[in-house]
């Protein structure tokens, strides 16, 4: 047998970074939104994010089961949506008005969301 400690239930060859967001509906609270494994990279998310698909985003998360890791990427996302914005010349939606004011302030001073 030679093999110790637990087998990894990732498919082997897969070693890619996954982002998923917390989405809110107010009262009927937050979830992780349901994504196809293959739009759940970088760019997807951002677009996705850009175009209005997400109700409240409160948090993007990042992980890689391969390299073992998993972090909160929310100034990463709007560093991107800010630059793809003035690029395009536009302004943030507001569907990410609030997701961006939140994550710039610094963190004591964060309201919680309202519900």
Do not use: K
């Not at 998923?20 to 998310?45: K, M, N, P, S, Y």
């Not at 994010?49 to 890791?69: C, F, H, I, K």
């Not at 909160?72 to 507001?94: C, T």
Request: aromatic share 6%; proline share 5%; net charge negative.
């Amino acid at each position: 047998m030679g093999q110790t400690g637990t087998p990894s239930i990732v498919p082997s060859g897969i070693d890619e970074t996954v982002y998923l967001v917390l989405d809110c509906f107010g009262r009927g609270g937050c979830v992780w939104r349901e994504a196809d494994a293959q739009h759940t990279d970088l760019e997807t998310v951002i677009a996705d994010l850009m175009a209005g698909q997400y109700s409240d985003p409160l948090r993007v998360v990042a992980m890689n089961t391969v390299e073992g890791w998993a972090r909160d990427v929310p100034a990463d996302v709007i560093s991107e949506i800010r630059r793809r914005a003035d690029l395009a010349n536009e302004d943030i939606s507001s569907s990410l008005e609030e997701f961006v004011s939140h994550h710039a302030a610094p963190r004591r001073h964060l309201p919680r969301r309202r519900m």
